[in-house]
Each structure stands twice: as structure tokens, then as C-alpha cells.
């Protein structure tokens, strides 16, 4: 897995985003279209999955309370987990098989058999209705028939009148087939539906199951539990619609991670056991990443980072590797914003796409502006989770003041000038965010532990919204010309919260999980596991926030 540690503007290490690109372009890398004619290079073989996770992260020892931010303290600098695998030099195109192939993961699983049943037997319906039609129109014709006969010869009435009966005696056979058929779909529907509600009654009983601590592996279980309560992957899962996703020739964990992961969701749900030992998983784990192996604690953001990019490999539904491909500089410059992210998507999916990446997976638009000459570009990022900024001036805070600190633009000066594509010179410039393509899953972490200055750990309370997260103004699609304001609606609804408490070398994690079926909260601390009520959802101990997109 490529490494999720970078530079940050100020020299220091960091999870995230890379440091600000300059306004130039580097066409290799640049994103092409589908619709503008292609360069296209010899196929490469793709990077291996790191078994490491980068740079070392300096562990903070124990919490200093008087070295917490002071009010004039500068907030630390924002960066997204955005995985480098989506920055390599090679751009690439997506072909035209997948760019026409739509997932369709907003179906409930549950009701799979029920809608396959009432698609049966509307089809059953639509054959029987026409045999019906077929019917009348021999009735019709036969009556027809007949009838000018009638007129031909006055004296075959008799005849007439029998014809007359067998089609009214036709008609009544038909309306009682089609009673009959009527009263069938129904029946077909309530046991499809009775059948569902059982299966939802019988996993709302389950799921609510802890995990043994295997020594200091609190992070590993909380990040699981949160996982286990997404509901797209415990129906993904459940269903075993993952076995034919996956990859046995691309993924270097050739779908061994996925697959002891799911078996582990598995037994949380359809097991008998109040406490599910997740050895196994963690033994596949560190197969792949030995900086997983030992007993000392880990950081559960970089843990969830790893993990859900090795789910994503091991059933990317590529299966065979594309040719690389690149764009001349003149087309690029020809494409506008919209055509830009939209390559930009398809680019990199093109060679990995899954039903992960596209629960979780989002773009952000970056907007860099010269100071001298007001020239604006643009570039594209896709992101897994938003690693958010907490504004440490203020004493209230709420997760919409750490989102616009992100999303706010921030001036590049001095050692960090890039060159402006129009002045041809380092220009000081302003950088700012916005999000072009919202994940159906939205995961915020919030940055808590400041790299730059050890031994330090905002410990701030930040106020996040249960339901109905509004991230409305934040989308740069659909802008209304005259008033300035998005007519795009985007709500998420939280449903996991990842907490740690302590310090990054002696603290401890837990979490708060919404069972996606029963919808009541519960308090996981590995093998502890309880009811809780949404008025204690709220702490100060918040690390990672879940949330789902509304319906």
C-alpha cells in the first residue's frame, strides 16, 4: 500500500495531501477526457502494495497540560487522506466498457429476493396478459366473422347467437385468470416481504457483539466496529456479493485480506458468540504489513487508511491492467472545469474501481489564484476521508468551523511561492478547496494530534451534528448564477464515531456504533458492549466521524 505520510508546507511530517502544486501543469500526469484523442504509452506494470506504511510517526508521550494551544495559537495545516497511488505519473483513461458500467449499490440487499420475485411475476403477468389480448382478438375476430355471416344468411341467427355466448363465456374466463393472476403476485409479495422482515429481525438480534483485545489493538477494534455498522458493507458481506468481486490477479493481497475480513463481519453478525476473537484477521493483517505486528498501540486514522484501500484492492473489478495513456498540453488547455473532473474520475478508476471505492471515494476541486495577475487553474483530488483542522482561537466549536478552515483559502508565500502559468514567475497565491463530487460515505478526521509540536493533543471539545450534516455550500456543482448559492441538497446522517482518549502512545479507543437496522447506539470498548442514548453522543474525545449520505 502506498504511503500515507507527506511533507506539509511547513517541513514537517504529516498525514495527508502532498504539498501545494504549482498553477503550471505537469502534462504527463495531466487528466485526459475520453472524448479527445489519446497518446498512448507501452503498459507498465503497476506498484506493488507497500507491506509499510511510510515515514515513522513520532509517538507522543504523556499529555502535557500546560503546552495545549494557546488562544493565538496557529491552527495546524489541513491535508486530506489522499492516497499517492492516485498521484503517480502515468495518466491513465478509463475504457469505455467501465465508463458505461454503473454499480448499483443504493439497492438494498435485503430486498433483493423480494424484488427478483415481484420482476418474476410481472413478467409472469405481462405473458399472461398478452395471451389474454391474443385471446380477444381471436374472440373479436371470430365474432366478426360470424356476424357477417349473420348478415350474409338471415337463417344461421341460431349459430350466431352460439358464437355470441362462447365469447361472454371467454370473457369471464379471462377476468377469473386474471383475478387469479393478481391474487398470485400479491401472495408472492407478502411472503417476499415477510421473508425480509424476518432476515432484518433476525440481524438486528446480531451485530452487537464485542471484540477481543489482543494487546493494545483497542484502535484496531474500534475502527472495526464502525465498519461492521456500515451498512452497504454488512449487506455486501452478508450476501456474499463480495466473492465474485474478488481479485486474484492485480491485488497483491489476491483477496486473502477481504476475504478473512468478511469472515470476521460474518461472525459478528451471524454467530452465536457475545465476544468474536479477531485473530485470524490480524494475522492476515500483518501478513501484508508488518507494521501492524507487536503490541504497541497505533493510530486508528492511519489504521482505517490502510485497511479500507486493502479492501478496495482485493475486489477491484479490474481484472486485467490497461495501457497508460497521456494528453497533449494544447487539449488539456481546451477542456473546461467540468470536463477536467470528469476525466479526472474516470482516469483513476480506470484501473481501480470497487463497490469500496465507490461508497467512499470523493473529489475536491483545488483552486489556486495569482495574487498579481488574478489567474486562476484548477486541479483535481480524490479523497477518502477529509482530515479537517480544528480552529484552536475558539472556545465553542462546531465540525461546520473546521470544515470551512479547511475548505477557506490559505496564502502560499516565501519558500512555498508557486509559479504562475501566466506570469511565468513565483507569484505569491491563494489556495482554496471545494468539493466537486460528494462519497455516498463521508469520513472526517479530525486532526488532533499536531506532528509539528510534540507532546501536544488538542483536547477540545468540537460539537458534530448527529443528523443532518449539511455540506450544501461546500459542493462547487450546481451554483445558482444570480444568488450565489448551491441548489444541490447534501445531507449525511452520522452513524460511527471512532474516540480516543489519553495520549497517542498511552491512550486507548472506543467507539459509539448506530446498528443500521434497529437504529438504536451502542458503546463498544472491545469486549464490552452497551445500549446508549444519543444525548451522550456527544464528547470531547471524538477522533473519526462516519456519515452517511441521506436518501
Known sequence: MSSFSTLNRSGVVNRGRTQSPAPQRNFISSLPSYNY??????????PPLSSQRGAAVHKISAYDQTKLPSATSTPPPRSTSVS??????????????????HLNLDLNSLEANTLKELKSAKNEKIS????????????????????HMTIKNANTSTSTASVASTSS?????????HDVLLSKINSNYNVAKNERLNETNLLADRGNVGLRNLGN????????????????????ILTSSYASDLNRTLSPMKGFLFSSFAEMIKKLWKGNDSTVNPQEFRLQLIK???????????????????LIKGLHEDVNLVKIKPANYSIDEKIWDKMNDQEKSDAHWKVNFRCERSRISDMFVGQLKSTLRCIKCEYKSTTFELFWDLAVPI????????LDDCIKLFMSEEILDGDNKPVCSNCKEKRRCAKGYSIEKPPKILVIHLKRFLRARFNNKISLPVEYPINGLDISKYLNCNIDPISGQNNTKCIYDLYGISLHSGTESSGHYVAYCKNPF??????????????????????????????????
Do not use: H
Not at 227 to 234: A, E
Open 391 to 398: 480552529p484552536t482561537r475558539s472556545t465553542s466549536i462546531k
Open 169 to 177: 363465456s371467454s370473457s369471464q374466463s379471462i377476468k377469473n385468470n
Open 37 to 46: 484523442p489519446l497518446i498512448s504509452q507501452p503498459a507498465t506494470k503497476y
Open 128 to 147: 399472461n396478459e398478452n395471451d389474454i389480448l391474443t385471446g380477444v382478438k381471436s374472440i373479436n375476430r371470430t365474432s366478426f366473422s360470424n356476424q
Open 518 to 551: 434497529t437504529k438504536k447506539w451502542y458503546y463498544f470498548n472491545d469486549q464490552s458492549v452497551k445500549e446508549i442514548q444519543t444525548s451522550a453522543l456527544q464528547s470531547s474525545n471524538a477522533y473519526i466521524l462516519f456519515y452517511q449520505l441521506r436518501d
Open 217 to 236: 489493538t483497542c484502535f484496531m477494534n474500534s475502527i472495526l466496529q464502525c465498519l461492521s455498522n456500515t451498512k452497504f458493507l454488512v449487506e455486501y
Open 84 to 101: 499517492n497511488r492516485y498521484s503517480s505519473n502515468s495518466s491513465k483513461l478509463i475504457s469505455s466498457d467501465l465508463i458505461n458500467r
Open 288 to 306: 501484508y504489513s508488518p507494521s501492524f505486528s507487536g503490541y504497541s498501540q497505533q493510530d486508528a486514522e492511519e489504521f482505517l487508511t490502510y
